[in-house]
């Protein structure tokens, strides 16, 4: 009985204090870019900081080397800029950047719960570690994949990288199935004497680590434009009328174009107003067939019996609510028969 009641006395010891100092209620938040990994992510810092400020933040893998990309005014939510914004933006129209305002957004704002905080700005020491240790990281790699061809394990290094604030060394690989590396974390410790961690990761993962040129002849969007890799299917190239050739909308890594998911919702909006392909239309006294509806011509294209072709505007179509049906206006019709 007394054992018992030391150990309940010991499970409802009351916890040590953290060391970590309060953290006020509002603060600016920022958009942080770990170089390393080129991960996005909310951090709050009590300091107004610019853009492109060299910060020590946390990452997912630990405190790392950052970069100040902007200012968010607020968390999960995007409110859009104005449509009819055109060519440079300028102070008077700023806001189509919706509620990145990357530059004049100077005001506090309440940081929620689950927000992290930068550690600090990074000195010039701290400039010159990461340096360094993005100069060891090429050796760790090389060192790493002879470690991998001796073993034999069919795996592909990708990326190597040392934690800022720990030590600790990040492999990232990529492989078609589960490998056991067990034995080469053994080698790897014996080596380098610090902690290692293996990280496998896919094909599209690796293209958004490493960056490169796409086929639009721009950096790729994963690494340039967003780190959150969104899915993509081959409805969304259906939808926008492209060619399903895999070799013409797959993308260096062999998936399929991050771009076709930018404009696919704007081709549903588009398409909801307009007659679906496949339905028909009755001109004169025959029905034809939609074979097309292109959204960036704006017309419609028809087929009908004999090989007869005929293409519309959108203009030339309205819904008749009374039988739910789409119709060809008649005075397009009068028009059309006139010439």
Request: proline share 4%; glycine share 6%.
């Amino acid at each position: 009985m007394k054992k018992n009641k030391k150990n309940h006395e010991a499970v409802n010891e009351e916890p040590k204090s953290s060391a970590e100092p309060p953290r006020s209620e509002f603060g600016y938040l920022y958009i942080v870019k770990n170089p390393s990994s080129n991960e996005l992510s909310y951090c709050a810092f009590d300091q107004y900081l610019e853009k492109g400020t060299h910060v020590i933040a946390p990452t997912r893998y630990g405190l790392d080397y950052g970069l100040i990309i902007g200012v968010a005014n607020s968390l999960g939510e995007y409110e859009p800029g104005p449509v009819e914004c055109m060519g440079l933006c300028t102070s008077e129209n700023a806001n189509c950047y919706g509620n990145f305002n990357l530059d004049e957004e100077k005001e506090k704002v309440k940081i929620e719960k689950g927000v992290d905080w930068i550690d600090r700005k990074a000195t010039e020491e701290d400039y010159k570690r990461y340096q360094k240790l993005t100069q060891m990281e090429d050796e760790a790699l090389t060192l790493c994949r002879e470690k991998v061809d001796s073993h034999k394990l069919d795996m592909k290094l990708v990326a190597a990288h040392y934690l800022f604030e720990e030590p600790k060394i990040l492999f990232f690989f990529t492989a078609a199935n589960r490998v056991d590396f067990r034995e080469l974390v053994k080698d790897l410790v014996g080596i380098f004497r610090i902690r290692i961690e293996l990280r496998q990761i896919g094909v599209r993962d690796e293209a958004r680590l490493l960056g490169g040129m796409g086929v639009c002849g721009r950096d790729y969007c994963c690494h340039g434009v967003t780190d959150k890799l969104k899915a993509v299917s081959i409805k969304m190239a259906k939808e926008q009328s492209l060619s399903l050739n895999s070799t013409k909308i797959s993308g260096p890594c062999g998936r399929l174009l991050c771009c076709l998911s930018y404009e696919y919702d704007f081709y549903l909006e588009e398409k909801q107003n307009l007659p679906p392909e496949g339905s028909r239309l009755k001109v004169q006294h025959e029905l034809m067939r939609i074979t097309e509806v292109n959204i960036l011509s704006k017309k419609i294209s028809l087929t009908g019996h004999e090989g007869r072709y005929l293409t519309i505007p959108f203009s030339a179509v309205e819904h008749n609510k009374e039988s739910s049906r789409w119709e060809i206006k008649q005075s397009y019709l009068e028009e059309f028969l006139s010439n």
